[in-house]
């Protein structure tokens, strides 16, 4: 398993999301209790599932809070052409 990129994330639906989100906790249970069982084969599958969590949850957050998600360079620009229309 590949790590998903949080543009996927940004393009799902809010019900999307948070059936992603569903599905991602219940995935890492699945990996708890194979370790538990001591049945765990691939372990760095913990690392991906919370990361993936992570993100989701941050989109989530973003989406509720109005935040708006660009590219750093886009606000720098946006920041140059306010400060030279000030001038």
Known sequence: ??????EEARKLSDEELE?????AKK?????RLQQSLGRL?????????????????TVKTERMKGIRTGKKTDQKTEQKTEQKGEE
């Not at 398993?1 to 949080?6: G, T």
């Not at 084969?41 to 949850?57: D, G, N, V």
């Open 27 to 31: 995935k890492l249970f699945q990996l």
């Open 19 to 23: 059936q992603e989100i569903l599905n």
């Open 1 to 6: 398993m590949a790590f998903r990129k949080i």
């Open 41 to 57: 084969e691939k372990p760095h599958e913990f690392r991906h599932t919370k990361r993936w969590i992570a993100q989701l949850l």
